[in-house]
T-cell receptor
Framework: EDQVTQSPEALRLQEGESSSLNCSYTVSGLRGLFWYRQDPGKGPEFLFTLYSAGEEKEKERLKATLTKKESFLHITAPKPEDSATYLCAVGDSNYQLIWGAGTKLIIKP | DGGITQSPKYLFRKEGQNVTLSCEQNLNHDAMYWYRQDPGQGLRLIYYSQIVNDFQKGDIAEGYSVSREKKESFPLTVTSAQKNPTAFYLC??????????FGPGTRLTVT
């Protein structure tokens, strides 16, 4: 069964304290791994797409990496405005997205 | 600016009433989707449409209906048959790289 698991469920960091969020997946025929940011009461905002193991993408303080079984979203020297829920999804062989439950990130000043 | 609009932002209904949520996009995307989001859970697919006048059921279609008469519009009706309709509803469309772009969402409360 295709599945996406994100960990941890919640992560509290001090401003400037770097860390990583994990997204592990099982899917037959990966058609991309997608990262989104979601602020409370809003729709998810697209961040990155990764297609193959070894691929990396960066945007400001965020860097996403991909292996054959998982993806990491590394956050370097985070600021309070990085606080949000980060969602991971994988595209299956039918190009439908399977979503993880998200990691709620809280950055304390 | 291109994007997806959903209306209304908040919606309150009495049990037993049908309600229609609006979704419009001007991104010229062919595929559109409706998801439901509940606290602590991933997004769950209700319906999707890859082309005008055609749509498919997702994982939790029971109690919902859709139409796709125009490329830009994909309204969702929550019927009285939906057992737990209170939720946050998200509409999305997909570009040619299968990246989904979302609207701001509609929070539906049924009492």
């Amino acid at each position: 069964e295709d599945q996406v698991t994100q960990s941890p469920e919640a992560l509290r960091l001090q401003e400037g304290e770097s860390s990583s969020l994990n997204c592990s997946y099982t899917v037959s025929g990966l058609r991309g791994l997608f990262w989104y940011r979601q602020d409370p009461g809003k729709g998810p905002e697209f961040l990155f797409t990764l297609y193959s193991a070894g691929e990396e993408k960066e945007k400001e303080r965020l860097k996403a990496t991909l292996t054959k079984k998982e993806s990491f979203l590394h956050i370097t020297a985070p600021k309070p405005e990085d606080s949000a829920t980060y969602l991971c999804a994988v595209g299956d062989s039918n190009y439908q997205l399977i979503w993880g439950a998200g990691t709620k990130l809280i950055i304390k000043p | 600016d291109g994007g997806i609009t959903q209306s209304p932002k908040y919606l309150f209904r009495k049990e037993g009433q049908n309600v229609t949520l609006s979704c419009e996009q001007n991104l010229n995307h062919d595929a559109m989707y409706w998801y439901r989001q509940d606290p602590g859970q991933g997004l769950r697919l209700i319906y999707y449409s890859q082309i005008v006048n055609d749509f498919q059921k997702g994982d939790i279609a029971e109690g919902y209906s859709v139409s796709r008469e125009k490329k830009e519009s994909f309204p969702l009706t929550v019927t009285s048959a939906q057992k737990n309709p209170t939720a946050f509803y998200l509409c999305a469309s997909t570009n040619t790289d299968y990246e989904q772009y979302f609207g701001p969402g509609t929070r539906l409360t049924v009492t």
